[in-house]
T-cell receptor
Framework: AQSVSQHNHHVILSEAASLELGCNYS??????LFWYVQYPGQHLQLLLK??????LVKGIKGFEAEFIKSKFSFNLRKPSVQWSDTAEYFCAVNYQGGKLIFGQGTELSVKP | KAGVTQTPRYLIKTRGQQVTLSCSPI?????VSWYQQTPGQGLQFLFE???????NKGNFPGRFSGRQFSNSRSEMNVSTLELGDSALYLC?????????????FGPGTRLTVL
């Protein structure tokens, strides 16, 4: 079955620390990959996406992600987190049409 | 452009009742997808409608149904509500005409079943 796995359920960091959130997916065919963020009390927003081309993609607010096809991975990174990055982060894979398969989410808490 | 809107934002129902949720996509978008978000199961895909036809379907029982109108607005219906249906129901819209489409999410409808 198609599935997405996020390695960490809850990550706690201090401001200025570096962030890496892991994401692996099960399907080996052509996929599109996304990271969404859900700030407290707000709706899901797109951080970045990978459709094709350069496997290193840059998104909003200084986030980037690297697609490694051989490892079925799409890890999210940020060199220096801020308190305002406190949120829940979801990795998602688009296998077909309008169907997204989401990971379980990673709750990020950044301490000032 | 206005974003995706969902109504109502909050609903409280009792077991056995039915409920209808509404979603208005971004202007020009023809695809609407529905998701259920719960603390235990996370975000799960319910179904997608494109040009008034169901194009994809998730693994939910037949109590969950939907439809799409000619103006791309979509409704989702849940009949014979169960306590486990309490969740945040999210609607996402996309252009829908490409093989892969970026989805834009609405704020959700919070359904509580008592």
């Amino acid at each position: 079955a198609q599935s997405v796995s996020q390695h960490n359920h809850h990550v706690i960091l201090s401001e200025a620390a570096s962030l890496e959130l892991g994401c692996n997916y099960s399907y080996g065919g052509t996929v599109n990959l996304f990271w969404y963020v859900q700030y407290p009390g707000q709706h899901l927003q797109l951080l970045l996406k990978y459709f094709s081309g350069d496997p290193l993609v840059k998104g909003i607010k200084g986030f980037e992600a690297e697609f490694i096809k051989s490892k079925f991975s799409f890890n999210l990174r940020k060199p220096s987190v801020q308190w305002s990055d406190t949120a829940e982060y979801f990795c998602a894979v688009n296998y077909q049409g309008g169907k997204l398969i989401f990971g379980q989410g990673t709750e990020l808490s950044v301490k000032p | 452009k206005a974003g995706v809107t969902q109504t109502p934002r909050y609903l409280i129902k009792t077991r056995g009742q039915q409920v209808t949720l509404s979603c208005s996509p971004i202007s020009g978008h023809r695809s609407v997808s529905w998701y259920q978000q719960t603390p235990g199961q996370g975000l799960q895909f319910l179904f997608e409608y494109f040009s008034e036809t169901q194009r994809n379907k998730g693994n939910f029982p037949g109590r969950f149904s939907g439809r799409q109108f000619s103006n791309s607005r979509s409704e989702m219906n849940v009949s014979t509500l169960e306590l486990g249906d309490s969740a945040l129901y999210l609607c996402a819209s996309s252009d829908g005409r490409m093989v892969y489409n970026e989805q834009f999410f609405g704020p959700g409808t919070r359904l509580t079943v008592l």
